[in-house]
Nanobody
Framework: VQLQASGGGLVQAGDSLRLSCAAS????????MGWFRQAPGLEREFVAA????????YLSDSATGRFTISRDNAKNTVYLQMNRLKSEDTAVYYC??????????????WGQGTQVTVSS
């Protein structure tokens, strides 16, 4: 499975961004797709994940209420709509797919990161 993320950029606090991640290859194995992020000097952290049906979603505490994850299975694409962005959301955002969720998400595949910078 190959994952191609896009949609990052430089925005101001309070703005919105939508990240996209298109999967190709053995996409039938990608029951779960999601996003992680890594800020400078910090460990990579989970942001959100969604199961193939789209109705089962997992969100981190920091994402709850501001971020929405969705997917379009026909396009093998997962989206992360980020609203009311804060400076602490600044990070490289990584798309992930496959693997399993059991209390936390352990992906099988990773995409390249896309930089999100939020200026205050």
């Amino acid at each position: 499975v190959q994952l191609q993320a896009s949609g990052g950029g430089l925005v101001q606090a309070g703005d919105s961004l939508r990240l996209s991640c298109a999967a190709s290859g053995r996409t039938f194995s990608s029951d779960i797709m999601g996003w992680f992020r890594q800020a400078p000097g910090l460990e990579r952290e989970f942001v959100a994940a969604v199961r193939r049906g789209g109705s089962v979603r997992y969100l981190s505490d920091s994402a709850t209420g501001r971020f929405t994850i969705s997917r379009d299975n026909a396009k093998n694409t997962v989206y992360l709509q980020m609203n009311r962005l804060k400076s602490e959301d600044t990070a490289v955002y990584y798309c992930a797919a496959g693997g399993y969720y059991s209390g936390s998400y352990s992906p099988a595949y990773w995409g390249q990161g896309t930089q999100v910078t939020v200026s205050s």
